[in-house]
């Protein structure tokens, strides 16, 4: 039974090249939820410690959060690579191909964990540099992040096992896990803090075994999925560590970092133009950014998409199926933004309502607000090429579109601002979200003579 299961899956995987819209919501749909989940959680734990009626743990929790997230999310290629490397074994109709990529990422992903442990306290002390509070608030952070490091195995390895099943267009999986991390996390914060009477190393405990749980759940899944490829399979060790295929998942991840990197750079940059206009305009620039961030979310959807149908277009050797892929997610992407960027428009008094009571900083940021309401149309092609290239592993190309348009955004960014005050700031974001998407697209014809037939 488990073999006719296997040939079954194989046969569709091979005979499965129709792109359609609902085939490409189907996988952008749970990614969409899923990512909803995220400020889910960070909004109930800010709620959770901001009624312990001391503002030093919220703040303490802010900052550490913040430094949490820069130290792990910068090894967020070992989704992206987990994902298009994936798509591609599955493309190319090679299920231990397959198997062996998420083997691959999870050592990877478990390793680098293991050495964020190991190194913890220099890392941590680092990590604080960035940032200035109150001594007991750093000191707050600290345990939060001594704590919170003992799940960095677990936590990385959910980013490998997120892409692998996104590759394969189980992004239904990658939902499942975030569901249940974030559900129970909030069970776990709200019985530590309010049920034990701890504070910030109560919000910690909760991810870190919450992230446990999830990472159980992914293997779990990821055991059944790779039953149904190969029930027989065992580790391969030859395989696991052909070199080949090492040097195509590092060169990967190497360019993804950089490319990271230089996002994350070019964002903070614009954080810190803004600062210097004043706390009002920091106020509401940070208001715009949410929306950034809610637009995104959506966004990301078709992104995911793209690289999973691509990369098995890309594995299969079709150039139609992959011509189909890149269009049908583009022309999704667009009709997202259009429809994202109207209810921006239409909720705008609400909206920035629901993010402060301030009235200087409302009417401040209904000055700029339309930067960031049709922030989804600027950014979608962007958007939607990044998931092209990394499904294509054409990192190498997507790290120097981005080194381009970083580079053209840091020369003029300071300007801009200058010139044009706050305007300028949003218009040099502009400027650099359209770079990156003309960057990429000029090279697009790189990933159609990919997927042509040897």
Do not use: K
């Not at 734990?45 to 130290?71: K, P, Y």
């Not at 990877?108 to 190991?118: F, P, R, S």
């Amino acid at each position: 039974m488990l073999a006719q299961r296997r040939v079954e899956i194989l046969q569709s995987t091979e005979a499965s090249r129709a792109v359609t819209y609902r085939r490409v919501s189907a996988i952008a749909l749970p990614v969409v939820l899923s990512n909803a989940l995220v400020p889910l959680q960070g909004v109930i734990d800010t709620a959770i410690i901001g009624n312990l009626g001391d503002a030093i743990f919220l703040a303490a929790v802010a900052m550490a959060a913040g430094a949490a997230g820069l130290i792990l999310n910068v090894f967020n290629f070992l989704q992206f690579g987990a994902g298009a490397l994936g798509a591609q074994a599955l493309g190319a109709n090679d299920p231990r191909r397959v198997i062996n990529v998420l083997a691959r990422a999870l050592i990877i992903a478990v390793g680098i964990g293991v050495l964020l442990i190991l190194l913890q306290v220099p890392i941590i002390g680092g990590a604080m540099l960035i940032f200035e509070g109150s001594p007991e608030a750093e000191s707050l952070a600290a345990t939060y992040l001594h704590i919170r490091l003992w799940g960095a195995p677990a936590e990385l390895a959910i980013f490998a096992l997120s892409g692998w099943f996104s590759g394969q267009e189980l992004t239904r999986r990658l939902f499942e896990i975030q569901a249940v991390t974030v559900s129970l996390n909030i069970v776990l914060n709200v019985f530590f803090v309010l049920g034990l009477g701890m504070d910030v190393d109560g919000v910690a405990l909760g991810t870190v075994i919450a992230s446990y749980v999830g990472f159980g759940l992914g293997l779990w899944r990821a055991r059944a999925r790779m039953r149904d490829l190969i029930p027989e399979w065992r580790p391969e060790r030859a395989r696991l560590l052909n070199r080949s295929e090492l040097l195509m998942l590092m060169r990967l991840n190497r360019d993804i970092f950089i490319r990271t990197m230089l996002l994350a750079g070019a964002f903070t940059c614009a954080t810190r133009l803004g600062s210097m206009q004043g706390d009002i305009i920091l106020a509401a620039n940070g208001i715009i950014f949410q929306i950034l961030h809610l637009a995104s979310y959506g966004l990301d959807g078709f992104a995911i998409s793209a690289e999973a149908l691509v990369g098995q277009a890309v594995g299969a050797r079709d150039r139609a199926f992959l011509r189909r892929a890149v269009i049908i997610n583009l022309v999704s992407g667009l009709m997202l933004s259009i429809a994202m960027a109207g209810l921006f428009i239409l909720i705008q008094t609400p909206l920035i309502a629901f993010f402060t009571n301030v009235a200087e900083v409302r009417d401040v940021t209904a000055t700029y607000y339309f930067w960031g309401a049709l922030f989804p149309l600027v950014a979608m092609l962007a958007y939607v090429l990044d998931g092209i290239f990394v499904g294509a592993t054409q990192g190498a190309r997507m790290r120097n579109a981005m080194i381009v348009s970083a580079g053209l955004y840091f020369a003029c960014s300071g300007a801009m601002a200058d010139i044009w005050g706050n305007h300028g700031i949003w218009g040099a974001v502009w400027f650099f979200l359209v770079l990156r998407g003309v960057t990429l697209g000029v090279q697009y014809p790189a990933v159609e003579r990919q997927a042509d037939p040897r």
